[in-house]
């Protein structure tokens, strides 16, 4: 019996030394679960931050766009302020070019000593012809400026939607 009882004493402390070592084992596992859980936790915190900073990014570059946009709308309404006032200048060099031809007609009817007038006349009719060409080359910039304008204004426009849409997730 006492055999029997040295043989339980070494079995359970056989037992005892097993069960010490799966204690070791379970607590070693449990600290490397804690660790990387510690990491995941600093990860997610870490992709957090950055999905944070990625949308103020985009919020940011949003209000760029719209202010973008904002000064390529007031460009377009001074192109067309621009695009009148070149009509005006056209509108007093065809005037100007009817007013020379009258008065090289009225020069011609008249008598001999309104030469001055006539010479007046010769020198209204070239400076209406090149200012009609000049309000001509005008409105042909402008009209390339606002169709220039135009398309980055669909641009901006495009690009502040795609933005706002990439802010909203």
């Known amino acids: 019996s006492r055999r029997l009882s040295v043989a339980r004493s070494h079995s359970l402390a056989g037992d005892a030394e097993t069960l010490s070592a799966t204690v070791e084992e379970i607590a070693a596992t449990s600290n490397e679960l804690s660790e990387i859980t510690s990491e995941t936790a600093a990860r997610s915190d870490d992709g957090v931050a950055a999905a944070e900073d990625a949308q103020d990014t ?5 209000d760029i766009a719209a202010t973008t946009e904002s000064a ?3 460009l377009v309404e ?8 070149v009509e005006f200048i056209d509108e007093v060099a065809h005037r100007t070019d009817l007013l020379a031809v009258n008065a090289s007609i009225e020069a011609a009817r008249a008598d001999t000593n309104t030469a ?8 209204v009719k070239p400076l209406a012809e090149e200012t009609h060409e000049s309000a001509g080359e005008i409105e042909s910039l402008i009209g390339d400026i606002d169709a220039e304008t135009h398309a ?6 495009g690009l502040t939607e795609h933005i706002e849409r990439a802010a909203e997730t």
């Not at 001055?116 to 020198?123: T, Y």
């Open 58 to 62: 985009l919020h940011a570059a949003a």
């Open 152 to 157: 980055v204004a669909d641009d901006v426009e």
């Open 72 to 74: 390529v709308t007031r």
């Open 116 to 123: 001055g007038f006539e010479v007046v006349a010769s020198e």
């Open 78 to 85: 001074r192109t067309e302020s621009i695009r009148e006032i």
